[in-house]
């Protein structure tokens, strides 16, 4: 595969901008350009996997926990009691995770709950510059009071 057509190889070596939310040696996490919610983050490795399976264990591990921080703040921001956790591989095929705020339960959905045979979807819009200046500022404030926090 030719890296410099990974979208996600671009952010994480800096040739496309993002709104980071943790920029660790091996991990990136930052904002979803189109978010399902305010806050939804995505969570790569820094270097090339193309499915979470193929992910060694102990970057899995590290991806977790960074998703479980980001999630502790995403209800403290949003007053909300759950946060989605998903490895889609839909979209993009390099190993990435979505932490997403539930503000509803259908917010992340099985087509399996979907009645109608023929379902249609359309493009997020992308999350205004300015909203997601402030997001990320909130998030990388919170996260460094979890990772201060933590023994």
Request: aromatic share 8%; net charge neutral.
């Amino acid at each position: 595969m030719n890296l410099g057509a990974c979208a996600f190889c671009q952010i994480a070596n800096g040739v496309s901008a993002c709104h980071a939310v943790y920029d660790g040696p091996r991990v990136l996490a930052f904002l979803d350009r189109g978010p399902i919610r305010p806050g939804h983050t995505q969570i790569i490795p820094r270097a090339h996997y193309p499915y979470f399976d193929d992910l060694p264990p102990a970057l899995l591990a590290e991806i977790s926990a960074i998703g479980q921080a980001v999630a502790k703040v995403l209800k403290q921001v949003h007053g909300v009691e759950r946060v989605a956790f998903a490895f889609t591989g839909g979209d993009v095929a390099h190993a990435h995770a979505h932490v997403v705020p539930l503000f509803e339960k259908t917010d992340i959905t099985s087509r399996r709950y979907i009645q109608e045979p023929s379902v249609t979807f359309r493009a997020l819009p992308r999350a205004p510059e300015m909203e997601q200046l402030e997001m990320a500022r909130r998030l990388r404030d919170g996260l460094n009071s979890v990772f201060e926090a933590e023994p």
